[in-house]
């Protein structure tokens, strides 16, 4: 039972938290520092990664569905796989897994650090509203960057594809085949959809990780179960919300 | 300072605050006079911190109230009004700031000056701490003492009409502490500040104090002058002040035989 309390006290914690940060939304010109900062410490040093693993991803998709698609005599349809498979679920979700390991952890750390450390009480006696200072340009910030990961991300895992294509002997196909079939089948509906997903989950997984770092209380091992719970929760939040609004969206 | 200082009073009337089962503090009332000192002395885990904590809004009482004029310290308006500074134990200064961006944030976030102005005033707290080589430096980068200094410069910065202390000595050199013990002092003085101390310093609480409040396991035991907290004849209150160190029968062999 007290699990069950638990999970909803941190969901009604983190939609006051995300009310209270969008009603200092008036005073977003004055954050436009932090949000750049956050928006560098989030997107930028997390830019490499994406592209490492969404490139990777592609060429996977690619080989084993290229083996297949040959079997079958449609090998000139991998493209279109690839492409709507990356650009409708992949991509955003890879994205949405990258930012709650990497950026969604380190918040939370460095939010119950600051809590625990006294610097959230001293903002609050201060009455500079930690949810302006703290949170706002965090959510801003991942608002603005996830969609940008994503792009760049979804383009590399075509690249990716492409290159295992043409690569790979047994798959033979060229670069301007595995191209046109991915120009042909994948519409602008698709790649929007896509990053409306990446934009909810980029969203979630700031919101979770800013709510848990500010709601820990205790000492430096409290941080660390406050990182593990926000993860956690994060990758439930990403993969649930994934099916609802895929579900949504068809 | 702000031109609309006037007097300010706190008021605590049956203050209690329990951690689930554990009660902290006990129908605690006291008043602080306007501009008076007022320091908060008792053993460690008496309730001096979470007392303390009240006064300044950052924690929801079990039972009882906690009034700055009258208004509730925990709503925004009564902190903006009164300009309340707490200067916490362990200095709580923002990692990811500079000591000038310390001192400069409330001014700068809430727009309370132009910025030649906010500078005077941050290079003026840094000279009166004696801290003006530190301005560039993180906190990552600075002694106990001197984040505890930086602490009280910041509330300085905020031109307050509380000011809030969490042991503000500790951690700090003699002469460093009687630094602090004479801005508390001068602070009253010239700008009718309201103090509030916690602290565990007898000499600090001796010399600048209108009154002495004394916890012991979350009940007031007296409010006094420090000159009738002198003769006071209660135990604990005289053991608490004039602890003797007794190497012949020590207190620790007493609690251990007391636990057996």
Same mark, same amino acid.
């Given at each position: 039972m007290n699990r069950i309390n638990e999970v909803f006290e941190a969901f009604g914690s983190a939609l006051i938290l995300a009310w209270r940060a969008f009603r !200092?939304?008036? !005073?977003a010109p004055r954050i436009l520092r932090r949000v750049s900062e956050q928006g560098y410490l989030a997107g930028y040093t997390t830019l490499p990664i994406v592209a490492i693993l969404l490139f990777f991803i592609g060429a996977v998709l690619a080989l084993q569905a290229g083996n297949t698609l040959r079997d079958f005599g449609a090998k000139q349809l991998i493209g279109t796989l690839v492409g709507e498979s990356i650009a409708r679920e992949l991509g955003p979700v890879m994205v949405a897994i990258l930012l709650a390991g990497r950026v969604g952890s380190a918040v939370t750390a460095e939010l119950a650090s600051m809590r625990v450390s006294g610097e959230v009480d001293a903002l609050v006696t201060m009455n500079i509203p930690p949810e302006r200072m703290l949170v706002l340009p965090r959510l801003l910030a991942v608002l603005l960057i996830t969609p940008v990961l994503t792009i760049i991300g979804n383009i590399i895992g075509w690249f990716g594809g492409a290159v295992v294509c043409a690569g790979v002997s047994t798959i033979g196909v060229e670069p301007e085949m595995y191209f046109q079939a991915l120009k042909q089948y994948l519409t602008v509906r698709d790649i929007m959809d896509g990053l409306i997903k990446a934009e909810v989950f980029g969203f979630v997984v700031m919101l979770i990780a800013c709510s848990t770092g500010l709601r820990t209380r205790g000492g430096p091992r409290e941080i660390g179960f406050a990182v593990t719970k926000s993860v956690v929760f994060s990758l439930i939040a990403i993969l649930t919300l994934d099916y609802f609004i895929t579900k949504a969206l068809d | 300072m702000r031109d609309d200082r006037s007097p300010v009073r706190i008021t605590v009337s049956g203050l209690s605050k329990s951690y689930g089962p554990q009660s +902290? $503090?006990? #129908?605690v009332s006291l008043e602080v006079q306007p501009g008076e000192i007022f320091v908060i002395m008792g053993p460690s885990g008496s309730g001096k911190s979470v007392l303390l904590r009240h006064v300044a809004g950052l924690e929801v009482p079990t039972g009882g109230t906690v009034a700055i004029n009258g208004h509730d310290p925990r709503l925004p308006e009564t902190r903006d009004r009164f300009a309340l500074a707490l200067v916490f134990q362990s200095g709580a200064l923002f990692n990811s700031l500079s000591v000038y961006e310390n001192l400069a944030l409330y001014p700068l976030e809430h727009r309370l000056c132009p910025k030649p102005e906010i500078r005077e005033r941050v290079v003026r707290a840094l000279r009166i701490l004696s801290? #003006?080589?530190? +301005?560039?430096?993180?906190?990552? #980068? $600075?002694?106990g003492g001197m984040k505890k200094r930086v602490a009280i410069a910041r509330a300085l910065v905020m031109e307050p009409q509380v000011m809030l202390y969490d042991e503000p000595t500790s951690e700090l050199d003699p002469v460093m502490a009687a630094t602090i013990a004479e801005i508390i002092a001068t602070l009253k003085e010239q700008f009718s500040v309201t103090s509030v101390v916690v602290s565990h310093d007898r000499d600090l609480a001796f010399a600048i104090a209108d009154r002495i409040a004394v916890l012991h396991q979350g009940r007031l035991l007296a409010v006094q002058t420090p000159a009738e907290l002198r003769e006071n004849r209660d135990p604990i209150i005289r053991e608490f002040l004039r602890p003797v160190i007794n190497l012949q029968e020590p207190r620790f062999k007493k609690l251990e035989a007391n636990h057996d």
């Open positions: !200092s939304l008036p !005073s | +902290v $503090l006990r #129908e801290i #003006e080589n530190a +301005v560039h430096k993180f906190p990552s #980068e $600075l002694s």
